[in-house]
């Protein structure tokens, strides 16, 4: 990525948005580029400003942040990377969130390193955002009894340890030494296992993963 990532903070507090930005704006290569208050302004402002990153409250007034996250991703050719940011890491709404095509969630309460890395680590894309967390929601909301989906027969044996090691939160560079392999077919199976799952990121092939029994809770 070349020159500084763009961001755009949606929060319908004002303190909040305050906060982020001063965090944000502080930091070397990462810029604000815009607010919003409401779900139906962040799509406005993301429309207009065409960040790389978006930090998007859950609960806002009139379009919520899932409503929002969807239709952002919806309607933008190349859209930016959606991360919640959220009071209760185990709110349903985050899950749901999630499913709408988020890259991970952050809690609100997080310290400013912890956002730092959150808006580097989605922006770089190669890597679950604290995985731990995820994987926990992800555990916790898969259906009981899940079935196999038709996906799960079309993924090679490379690109079904690739999805597993994905869940682990593991980085392209990780799985590449995991498996011997080299980093660019590493990334040729990624893509794969997105395009057989149907999802938009790592974050959604892992949720996928839960949901369709391929890789169960422990």
Do not use: C
Request: hydrophobic share 50%.
């Amino acid at each position: 990525m070349s020159g500084p990532i763009r961001v755009v903070v949606a929060d319908d507090e004002r303190m909040v948005r305050t906060a982020l930005r001063v965090i944000l704006d502080a930091e070397s290569g990462i810029e604000v580029v815009g607010e919003a208050t409401t779900g139906a302004e962040a799509v406005s402002v993301v429309r207009e400003r065409l960040p790389d990153v978006v930090l998007m409250d859950v609960r806002m007034p009139g379009i919520d942040g899932i409503r929002a996250t969807e239709q952002i991703l919806a309607t933008l050719a190349a859209p930016p990377r959606v991360v919640v940011v959220t009071t209760f890491e185990n709110d349903s709404h985050v899950y749901d969130a999630l499913r709408a095509g988020a890259a991970g969630f952050l809690l609100k309460r997080a310290a400013a390193d912890e956002l730092i890395q959150a808006v580097r680590l989605v922006a770089r894309s190669d890597s679950l955002l604290f995985p731990a967390q995820i994987r926990d929601l992800a555990a916790r909301h898969a259906p009981a009894g899940a079935t196999a989906r038709a996906w799960t027969a079309r993924l090679t044996g490379r690109e079904a340890q690739v999805l597993r090691l994905m869940a682990t939160g593991r980085t392209n560079a990780e799985i590449a030494e995991r498996m011997g392999v080299g980093p660019a077919t590493v990334k040729t199976h990624v893509a794969a296992v997105l395009a057989k799952t149907g999802t938009r990121d790592r974050t959604q092939a892992v949720i996928a993963a839960y949901e369709s029994g391929f890789v169960r809770p422990r």
